[in-house]
Structures are given as structure tokens and as C-alpha cells.
């Protein structure tokens, strides 16, 4: 890895068949926020200078709760959410800790910044996350523009035609790579709604181990989504099965609790989403979402 970083271009730009077997082997620790940086952009052109405006703004702006309404704003979505994000770290519970205010600051800049997006319940894991590996600025710039992407925008504000086309791509790869389950799943009536949604809001990092969530991240931000798709398969054909012999709660809970508690290293896993690949038809599937992305 320490050869990769001098010659950064060459690399970014290199075919993907050279280039993927270095992320699928996982970027090291120390290593992991430079590269994320660079993976992710700053196609929003954040700077400095104005992300300590917005900050400063936001919190003058968003009150914890709003009198008029009675109701609660995102102010107070955003310091609920973090009590219960990683809870087993204890990061999050002490709102006069310096973990706490970091993060408290980002999602209430991000959710002044992108008031279209604004907070969702789930967020904070997706930012604390960055927060493992960079300063806040930087975690700042990293989480809206992650925000600012196709598939996270579709996501977060829960688009449902924009859903529809994520999900039909999900399908297809597990019925491609999955039939035995993709099929008891059918008869099942388990939907990705059950499931797959939890799973791409917080880009796995609720469902598994932060050293698994964070091996499967460094391929999403060089891959894009389709490595999303390929690692919830993956997951899912891990414990095929025991999933093919369950009714539709087992399947639920083996899917919501089991999986997460009994996957607990991510060889096996990357073991078995090496052998998928962009089928033509997965690649008719994004170069469509692709157009509707141009034409919006």
C-alpha cells in the first residue's frame, strides 16, 4: 500500500481488474482515511472556510425543538440517534465528550447544509464511521458528499421509484448468484423493504462488526453500488443454509440477529463475492439507472 500512494493516479485510473484485488485485500488501518478522501471527492467544492460558516449558522438555526409545532426537529432527531449508535463503544452516551460534540456538529451542519436530505434515523453510524478515521472537517466533506451521491440521495430521502431501480438491481444479482434462496425468499413473501433498506441507509455499519462494515466500505467507495448488492448476497449465501430451512420470522430474525452476531470475519465473506461478477445483464440494469441519473 505504501507503493500505491506516491503513483495515486495511475492507480485510481488503472483498469479494474488490476486494481480491485488491492481493495478486496482491505486497506490498511492507518491508511484507510487518506484513501477514503481521495475515493469519495469533493465534487461539492467544501471548503474550510465554509464549513465553519455553515456550522456556525446551523447552530444558531436549528433550535432542539420547535415551540409553534410542539414538535421535535431534527436537532433533537440527531442527539437521540447518538446514544444508540455503536452503543457497546460508549462514544456517543456523554453529550460533554469531545466524540459527541464532533459528531453532533457534522450532522447538524450536513442537515442545514442539504435541508432536502435533512436527518434520518441511521445517519449517525454512516458518520461516525468517518469520524474513526478523520478529523470532522474532512468527515464533514466525506459524509455529504456520500450524501450528495445517486444511490445515498435515493436512499435517504426514500425515493420510491428511485428505490424500485436499486432494489431490481439487488434482485437480479441474488437471483443470479442466490436462486435456491432468491426463490424460498419469493414464496416467503420476504421483500427487500424486510431488510435491504437498514442494510444501504447505513452502508452495513449497524448490521456488522465495524472491522467487517469497513473491509466491505473500502470496495463500495472504489466499486460504487453495485459492491453494495454484491455484499448483501454475499451475507445472505453465507448462511444460505440455515436461511433455506427457515420459516418467514426465522428468515427475519436469522437475517436482523443472526447474521450480524455470527458473521464475524470478512474472509468468508469476500471469499465468496470474488466469484461474482457484472453480468451483462446487471450492466444493461446500471447503464439504464445511469441515463435516468443524466436525464434528471
Known amino acids: 500500500m505504501q507503493d500505491i500512494l506516491p503513483n495515486w493516479n495511475q492507480i485510481i485510473n488503472a483498469p479494474d481488474i488490476k486494481r480491485t484485488p488491492i481493495w478486496r485485500a482491505q486497506i490498511p488501518f492507518r491508511l484507510r482515511g487518506y484513501v477514503w478522501k481521495k475515493l469519495i471527492h469533493n465534487k461539492l467544492g467544501i471548503t474550510p472556510e465554509l464549513y465553519m460558516e455553515l456550522q456556525s449558522r446551523a447552530h444558531q438555526e436549528t433550535p432542539v425543538y420547535d415551540e409553534k409545532s410542539g414538535e421535535q426537529n431534527v436537532g433533537e432527531l440527531i442527539r437521540r440517534d447518538l446514544p444508540r449508535t455503536f452503543p457497546e463503544l460508549k462514544l456517543f452516551k456523554n453529550p460533554e465528550s469531545e466524540a459527541y460534540n464532533q459528531i453532533l456538529k457534522v450532522l447538524e451542519t450536513a442537515a442545514f447544509y442539504q435541508p432536502e436530505i435533512g436527518y434520518v434515523q441511521g445517519m449517525s453510524y454512516v458518520c461516525a464511521i468517518l469520524l474513526l478515521f478523520m478529523n470532522h472537517y ?66 452495513f455499519s449497524k448490521t456488522f462488526s465495524i472491522p467487517i462494515s469497513t473491509h466491505i466500505w473500502d470496495s463500495f467507495l472504489l466499486e460504487g453500488e453495485i459492491f453494495i448488492h454484491f455484499a448483501a448476497v454475499g451475507a445472505l449465501k453465507l448462511f444460505e443454509t440455515q436461511l433455506l430451512e427457515a420459516s418467514f420470522e426465522k428468515c427475519l430474525d436469522l437475517i436482523t440477529t443472526q447474521i450480524p452476531k455470527n458473521l464475524v470475519d470478512s474472509k468468508a465473506l469476500f471469499a465468496i463475492i470474488k466469484d461474482f461478477e457484472i453480468t451483462p445483464k446487471i450492466q444493461a440494469i446500471m447503464e439504464e439507472m445511469d441515463k435516468e441519473i443524466l436525464n434528471l
Open 138 to 203: 474532512d468527515a464533514f466533506v466525506c459524509f455529504t458528499n456520500l450524501l450528495n451521491t445517486p444511490f445515498m440521495r435515493s436512499v435517504c430521502k426514500v425515493d420510491p421509484s428511485s428505490l424500485a431501480k436499486h432494489s431490481q438491481l439487488f434482485q437480479i444479482i441474488f437471483a443470479q448468484y442466490a436462486p435456491n434462496l432468491y426463490q424460498h425468499f419469493n414464496n416467503l413473501n420476504i421483500t427487500t423493504e424486510h431488510f435491504l433498506l437498514d442494510w444501504w441507509l447505513t452502508l
